[in-house]
């Protein structure tokens, strides 16, 4: 970014907006917005409190289950769509619908069947994650080039061969994009997911500061859950650039 | 061409030649149809003499690279067989290697791991891979790129790891798919000298395909001319060139002007079609 001429770093405009924050903040004009300085010591507060800590354990072992399911079957659903056909056409217009879906409706529906603890927050975590993970895969491992394809068959390789040794590696920056993209929504997914559940996790904590108009805490704790999707995102991001130098040249 | 038997048989070129050893490749009667009833190839025949070179030329759509893929077992035939070494061909096999036209290097993989991929295929333990790996670096003039990636090489250098990986395997019959199509005309006819001289120190037997007839002519010991709509065999030429002279010498020759004007003679009423019909060309050899 460059201001007048000047190289300024990126975090230069967070500031401004922190400025324009506690402005607005210490001017008491809505009481939703406590003054920014007030927030940071809520996050002081938050994260140091045994309910955060609580909270984050149940919420981060739903959030570990899911992701670790919808990668799983994600990146194999992924695998199986790009290589048969079959499995392309017919998945591949269910993932396409539950991507755009709005699943968050589907929540209520399944407390009532699995009740208010952890499955129904690990299946929200997996729901919201897993078509983009499976989408990603498969437009990776359809659009591997055919000659390196031939090229490994023509030099004897094995299927087991051409899937790790060629598939894989070629669809890899697609995959960490989709594995980006579904840490993200799977960070969504579980809030969202203890939101509606309302009595566990993250989401119960959201839930009790906004109710008793904790309005510090709450941007607290809202900044900490971003902190970590960004921390998560960022950590692919490191991989997903990796691989870049070929993403391009493939 | 309906009668391509009776012109191959008037030259009476095709086929080894008289005492020569078994052909290292036996194509015989080669049909195939690709799905939606397209026949690229139909009844084609010839063998390519072992420790030779034999090149496969022909119009756009005459089916020199199905060919060529058939035999490296990669695409199976409609009708017809391939036999390598008295054997029929049902897929690929370790003594045939192949030499691909965009080079299909692994993007992901250094030069080094790239020449020792067919070796990584086989088992091959990492030394001594890596160990061949270098000697046919150094004999393709890669030394000093070991660990560079394909995306930092030109055209020139990509190939020349793309034939390096096809000879650390040592594969005695070498398929090279239009090897020099992407490389700029200087490159390349250092390119064709580098080839002459690899395989002459290690008798390879190579099946080449181009659409340059100079090239085809200049580093073949046989040409096989194919006809398109479908693709067939039409003429068998094997040029009376003196191989001991400069490359210019060559390419003044009367033997290597000779060939280049049969090869020309036949292709030329393809050419004019195309100029006349340029949205009819067939697919894509």
Redesign the interface.
């Known amino acids: 970014m460059r201001i007048a001429g000047r190289r300024v770093p990126m975090a230069f405009s967070l500031l401004v907006w922190f400025a324009l924050w506690e402005v607005i903040g210490r001017a008491e004009l809505v009481f939703l917005i406590p003054p920014f300085t007030g927030v940071l010591v809520a996050i002081g507060d938050v994260a140091t409190s045994e309910r955060f800590a609580d909270a984050a354990m149940v919420t981060l072992q739903a959030f570990g289950i899911g992701m670790g399911l919808a990668l799983t079957v994600g990146i194999g659903a992924g695998f199986l769509m790009g290589r048969v056909r079959a499995f392309g056409d017919v998945l591949g217009m269910w993932a396409n619908i539950f991507e755009s879906s709005p699943l968050t409706a589907i929540v209520p529906a399944m407390m009532a069947l699995v009740g208010f603890g952890l499955p129904t927050m690990v299946i929200t975590v997996f729901l919201f994650s897993v078509w983009v993970i499976a989408l990603d895969t498969q437009v990776g491992v359809t659009h591997v ?1 055919q ?2 394809l ?8 094995s299927r087991r ?1 051409v899937l790790l ?2 598939v894989l ?2 669809a ?1 920056p697609e995959i960490l994009a989709g594995i980006r993209l579904g840490l993200i929504r799977g960070v969504k997914g579980v809030i969202i997911g203890q939101l509606l559940i309302a009595i566990v996790g993250i989401g119960y904590l959201f839930e009790r500061y906004s109710r008793s108009f904790l309005m510090a805490e709450f941007w607290a704790l809202l900044i900490l859950v971003f902190a970590f999707a960004f921390a998560a995102s960022e950590a692919i991001a490191y991989f997903e650039r990796k ?1 870049a ?2 993403a ?3 | 061409m309906t009668d391509a038997k009776a012109a191959t048989d008037a030259t009476a070129a095709p086929g080894p030649p008289v005492g020569a050893d078994e052909p290292a490749v036996r194509v015989v009667e080669l049909t195939k149809d690709y799905p939606g009833g397209v026949r690229a190839l139909e009844g084609v025949t010839f063998d390519v003499p072992a420790g030779q070179l034999t090149t496969l030329i022909g119009p756009s759509g005459c089916g020199k690279t199905t060919t060529l ?1 058939i035999v ?3 695409i199976p035939a409609t009708a017809g067989q391939v036999i390598v070494d008295g054997r029929r061909v049902t ?4 003594e ?3 030499v ?3 080079f ?1 290097l ?3 993989a250094n030069v080094l791991r790239n020449v020792a ?2 070796l ?3 088992g091959v333990p990492r030394a001594e891979r890596e160990a061949t790996a270098r000697e046919f670096i150094a004999k393709t003039n890669l030394t000093g790129f070991e660990h560079h ?3 930092q090489l030109s055209g020139g250098m990509r190939q020349r790891v793309g034939l390096a ?1 096809a000879l650390a ?1 040592d594969a005695d019959i070498l398929l090279m798919d239009e090897p020099f199509a992407s490389v700029d005309e200087q490159i390349r006819r250092a390119f064709q000298e580098d080839l002459l001289r690899l395989l002459s120190d290690a008798r390879k037997t190579v099946m080449f395909v181009t659409h340059s007839i100079e090239e085809a002519v200049y580093v073949s010991d046989q040409i096989v001319i194919l006809t398109r709509g479908p693709g067939r065999v039409s003429n068998a030429v094997r040029p009376e060139i003196a191989r001991d002279g400069s490359p210019d010498e060559i390419r003044r020759s009367r033997g290597y002007l000779d060939a280049v004007e049969e090869i020309w003679g036949e292709l030329r009423s393809y050419v004019e079609q195309d100029m006349q019909a340029p949205q009819q060309t067939g697919v894509a050899s």
Not at chain 2, 91 to 94: E, L, M, Q, S, V
């Open positions: 080039s000659s390196l031939e090229m490994g068959r023509s030099f004897g390789a061969q040794k060629i590696l070629a890899l691989v130098f070929y391009t040249t493939r | 893929k490296a077992g990669l897929g690929p096999g370790p045939r290697a192949f691909f036209q965009d299909a692994l993007p992901w991929f067919g990584e295929l086989r990636y394909p995306h990986r395997v």
